[in-house]
């Protein structure tokens, strides 16, 4: 593959910091994408992720560190040269020319001829099935419609990295459904590397190769969304995904590969330690899947504290969520303990907001987290062994 | 909309509109009684009651001599207001531009510029006349009147800009810029036919307020005088409806140039939404 096909990215060691003094917005961050690979930027706002888009892109130059993309170094170069496209949010699309001017707008700049640059700007057009609206002014198109026209005009210059800043943002539910297929449909078909910066887990995880959760300008964790998913590194990425609950315990014994720790409502859990070490009388933090968890009325004698990898509580909350209920229970300690229940399973005996009610679990589907732990990051957890 | 559910409106309704007239009048009425007595008859004079309906005052205008030259002092006015308009937009364009980034000073450089606003008009005036003075130059309305009407028109133009290029979202030239526009192509391109609309303000700005300017052009203007000038002058000295006659032709005048002005700008906006209906 030609080097300037190469659509890898490297960030190297990369620092962001606007203002001197302030906590910066991207500290001393390394990151690699992969060529033709999808990968979001996950975070809350301020998270610094749109920054890495920018420094990606060359409208942000970072503060120290280094900018690769296919081997090159392009720290410091101009957009242009360094075979990226970027998608913005708003889309940017220029409300005095017409849909057919804004896609063909690269190739004037590049001196094209107005033949030349209209012909292979009505084929992107085509490609974004738009083009019987090439004579429309961007105003006159839908949300949906302005999104595709942006997104033909960053494509027309063959891009090797598609940058895209909350390209869904603007749309209603639906056409943020639908359009967020359409992406990934264009990236297969394109085989070139998509950065997507987003807001939402769902989106995330339904569309990356590679998911990278963000915070306060550093990576909590880059990995499939599977992984992050199932196995989220620490408390934080799984609270900020969801479908998982964090619990938190003091070690009383470890044995079989598993430590046995007990919470802080006096529950006991058990926890597969996959090849760390702990010691007794540390905590431990751990994460456990909301739909891998069962839950039923007690019976008389329960709680039973000798029983390991069970909670008991009163129900907060039901939501029904179509093919499943969402139940909340209140354990007491303030962390919310969610159990996602199958509709046919609840519905079989539904228990009802304020009555008691007992979660249980195997330990299996429960993962030890990095926090709190003192062999923290000393290791690279290797997400499919843990998955084995 | 300000309905009751009765399908009545109530009565702040009719208050409120009532309110609203007698502002207009308050607006306008001064004006009109100038435009009515402009068609004096005749015999008439500078007061009512009107003995007749004629144009005998607007053509007693363009008649040299008869009552100062009014014809060479509107030329002289437009070529003047065309000029500060010319100025205005050059450089509050400019500075507009360059305040889109923040820079150390600028909000110094800002209020400095926008605190000129309010100095006295008349002072101004005297202080380059004082100036010439010393220098040994003659005042001119080309030169002195010129640059004591840009020390009005600048600050109220970077104003107006300042507002303009606020919301100008700046995603526009980074998206230029990201599909390979250089900085000039980028401003040619995209931002300045973004920001036209307010830039045509800007000039509508520049062009009336010399066009009307008095204050600062009284004492800066030399021998030859702008027609504001000359209409103070003939307040004086001519005892005709011929003043209300002027009256009418430079309201005409701003008038035109207002419309011009805004229905450019509706003609830029129109064809940033309609443009498909003339193209299919």
């Given at each position: ?110 001196g ?59 749309l ?14 264009i ?101 456990l ?17 000798d029983?390991?990898?069970s ?72 997400p ?5 | ?17 009532l309110?609203?007239?007698l ?17 004096q ?50 450089v ?55 640059g ?112 011009v ?20």
């Open positions: 593959m030609a080097a300037e096909q190469n659509g890898k990215i490297e960030l190297i060691s990369v620092t962001k910091q606007y203002t001197p003094g302030a906590p910066p917005a991207v500290g001393n961050l390394d990151l690699r994408v992969e060529h033709g690979a999808y990968c979001c930027l996950l975070g809350p706002s301020g998270c610094g992720k749109t920054t890495i888009l920018r420094m990606v892109a060359g409208h942000e130059e970072p503060t120290s560190g280094d900018v690769l993309i296919g081997d090159r170094n392009v720290t410091g170069l101009p957009p242009v040269e360094r075979g990226t496209a970027m998608m913005f949010q708003s889309y940017a699309l220029f409300p005095h020319r017409s849909v057919l001017d804004n896609v063909a707008f690269a190739l004037k700049m590049r094209l001829g107005k033949a030349e640059r209209n012909s292979t700007a009505r084929e992107l057009l085509e490609k974004v099935r738009l083009e019987a609206f090439a004579n429309r002014m961007p105003s006159e198109l839908s949300g949906g419609q302005q999104q595709r026209v942006a997104l033909a005009r960053a494509l027309i210059t063959n891009p090797r990295v598609l940058l895209l800043d909350e390209p869904l943002s603007a209603d539910e639906y056409l943020r459904l639908r359009m967020r297929g359409e992406l990934r449909r990236q297969r078909e394109l085989g070139i590397t998509f950065i997507h910066v987003t807001h939402t887990q769902l989106e995330a995880i339904a569309v990356a190769d590679v998911v990278v959760v963000m915070e306060q300008g550093r990576i909590e964790q880059a990995a499939s969304p599977r992984d992050i998913f199932f196995h989220p590194r620490n408390a934080y990425v799984a609270r900020f995904i969801g479908g998982q609950n964090v619990m938190s315990g003091t070690v009383e014994r470890v044995a079989d590969g598993r430590a046995a720790a007990v919470t802080s409502t006096g529950a006991r859990i058990e926890v597969p330690l996959v090849g760390h070490r702990v010691a007794t009388g540390e905590t431990v933090f751990a994460s899947r909301r739909d891998r968890i069962a839950v039923r009325r007690p019976v008389s004698g329960e709680p039973r504290r029983l390991p990898n909670v008991t509580g009163e129900i907060h909350a039901i939501e029904n969520q179509g093919s499943y209920v969402k139940i909340t229970i209140d354990l007491g300690d303030g962390e919310e303990f969610v159990a996602n229940v199958l509709d046919e399973d609840y519905f079989i005996d539904p228990i009802d907001i304020g009555e008691p009610a007992m979660a249980t679990w195997s330990a299996g589907d429960v993962r030890l987290l990095e926090d709190g732990r003192s062999d923290r990051g000393a290791e690279v957890m290797e499919s062994a843990v998955a084995a | 909309m300000a309905m009751t559910a009765s399908g009545r409106r109530p009565w702040t309704y009719y208050a409120l509109t309110f609203f007239i502002f207009l009048t308050f607006l306008y009425a001064p004006m009109l009684v100038i435009y009515i007595l402009s068609f008859g005749p015999g008439g004079g500078l007061t009512f009651p009107m003995t007749g309906v004629s144009t005998r005052w607007f053509h007693e205008l363009v008649e040299r001599g008869r009552s100062g030259d009014i014809a060479g002092t509107f030329t002289r006015s437009l070529e003047l207001a065309a000029v500060v308009a010319v100025i205005t937009v050059a509050c364009v400019s500075a507009g531009l360059g305040f889109r980034r923040r820079f150390p000073g600028g909000g110094v450089v800002f209020y400095m510029a926008i605190a000129s606003l309010v100095m006295p008009g008349l002072f101004v005036g005297l202080g380059v006349s004082l100036i010439f003075q010393l220098l040994g130059w003659g005042t001119d309305w080309r030169i002195s009147g010129l004591t009407q840009l020390t009005w028109t600048l600050p109220f133009g970077l104003l107006v800009m300042f507002a303009v290029i606020g919301r100008f979202n700046r995603s526009y030239e980074e998206a230029a810029r990201d599909l390979g526009a250089s900085a000039w192509q980028g401003t040619r391109e995209v931002t300045l036919p973004i920001l036209l609309p307010g830039i045509i303000g800007v000039a509508l700005f520049g062009f009336t307020l010399s066009y009307d300017e008095f204050a600062r052009t009284v004492l800066t203007a030399g021998s030859e005088n702008t027609l504001p000038l000359e209409i103070w002058a003939m307040t004086t000295n001519v005892t005709s409806p011929a003043l209300y006659a002027v009256g009418t032709v430079t309201t005409l005048v701003s008038f035109t140039v207002i419309v002005a805004l229905g450019s700008i509706a003609l830029i906006q129109r064809r940033r939404s309609r443009h498909a209906a003339a193209s299919h």
